[in-house]
């Protein structure tokens, strides 16, 4: 039983429910044979001892298993494997990994792509990494585990462990569908909203209000796709008007040069003020003050919004500020924010309609999608109070 034991670990500061990460976990471990039928597994008293986790989550997990009818309960004797592997049967399973589960737009793209899946009759083991060595060890896990086809949503910067795994996907023809951002070297279907489209939207908003000085505000993440495809927007916008594009304004995360996947997302609490002191110095170096602020996501643009609101200036009566992703908290925080939406449903429902065609051999050459973005227009802009200097691109 303790070799048992060993084969299961849970991340207890990961976004993902416990109960969900063990129902994952014990799923692989019955439906690719290491825990075959007729096997008795770990009591709930044991895997609540060894995960540190109460008897209350554990049970949840184990009463999903037994309604999928992977085990079985019997009185006075204890819980049993009794699934049993058909004919291809791993090839029901989909692997949908990612490295930001941070957010209700992740919650709903894994909603979206679930509902999608099982009504094909497929089953979704879900897997959030912790770091990059974490992305390859899980991929490599999903791979033996012989799934149809895999969901990533890759992180920013992938190992070549990580490459060399995917390479092995592309080997064996497991259909893969990119979310977020491709890997250019690796040949697989592409889903992400509309970033260019977005944040044209948004500037050119700022721009019919009366902004000239408009500067981006991004972290300092080199190369992403859909950062560049933000920035991109911004720059189209504002070529189109004759205005000249600022440099913009790069955030980089405490004691480190670049920042990893969740670090925005961190930052919104006690550790803000790093980054509320960097806007506030690039505040102090401007000259003249922008007018509006185009922030690369609504994390930012909150944290933008109380750096502001530090050095006295109002919002949007100072500095007209938009974001993008549209979070919740985006509508209920003091000054409400403008941004572009994604539409999170959408994303899972092509991502998993695209894998599903895949899967039942549809397309050769690799394909990309880019689901609308809808402006939010809310209480964080409005037109420059004062004059504005006209600033013409030469």
């Known amino acids: 039983m303790p070799e048992k034991l060993d084969k299961i670990r849970l991340d207890h500061n990961s976004y993902i429910s416990l109960h969900v990460q063990l129902h994952n976990q014990l799923r692989r471990l019955i439906v690719s044979g290491r825990w075959q039928f007729g096997e008795r597994i770990p009591t709930e008293m044991q895997l609540a001892r060894h995960l540190d986790i109460s008897r209350t989550t554990v049970r949840v997990a184990t009463q999903r298993l037994e309604v999928e009818g992977l085990i079985k309960r019997t009185a006075g004797r204890g819980t049993f494997v009794v ?71 890759a992180n920013a910067v992938p190992t070549e462990d990580t490459m060399a795994i995917l390479g092995e996907y592309e080997r064996r023809a497991i259909p893969i569908v990119f979310m977020d951002r491709p890997i250019e070297s690796i040949s697989a279907d592409y889903v992400s909203s509309d970033n260019f489209g977005g944040a044209y939207q948004l500037v050119s908003h700022l721009i019919e209000l009366g902004h000239r000085r408009i500067v981006p505000l991004m972290p300092s993440i080199d190369d992403l796709h859909p950062v560049n495809e933000r920035l991109r927007g911004y720059m189209t916008a504002l070529h189109e008007h004759g205005i000249f594009a600022l440099e913009p304004w790069r955030i980089s995360p405490p004691e480190r040069h670049e920042f990893h996947e969740t670090d925005i997302y961190s930052l919104v609490g006690a550790q803000s003020r790093h980054v509320i ?36 200036y109002a919002v949007p009566d100072d500095v007209s500020v938009v974001g993008f992703d549209d979070i919740s908290m985006a509508s209920h925080i003091g000054v409400p924010l403008t941004t572009a939406s994604q539409d999170a449903y959408e994303l899972g429902k092509v991502a998993s309609q695209m894998l599903l065609e895949r899967l039942d051999g549809g397309g050769t050459a690799s394909r990309s999608y880019a689901v609308p973005t809808q402006l939010r227009i809310r209480s964080s802009t409005a037109a420059p109070v004062v004059g504005v200097d006209t600033v013409v691109e030469t």
Request: glycine share 4%; aromatic share 6%.
């Open 83 to 153: 699934y049993q592997p058909q004919e291809r049967a791993a090839n029901r399973t989909i692997g949908y990994l990612t490295c930001s589960f941070h957010n209700e737009i992740h919650t709903n793209i894994l909603s979206s792509a679930q509902t999608e899946l099982r009504s094909a009759g497929y089953q979704v083991i879900f897997s959030n990494s912790r770091d990059r060595d974490d992305e390859a060890r899980i991929l490599r896990q999903l791979l033996d585990d012989e799934v149809a086809g895999l969901m990533l949503w």
């Open 277 to 312: 002191q960097q806007v506030e110095r690039f505040t102090d170096a401007a000259g003249p003050m922008p007018t509006a602020l185009v922030c690369i996501n609504d994390i930012l643009a909150i944290i933008a919004i109380n750096a502001l609101r530090n050095m006295g």
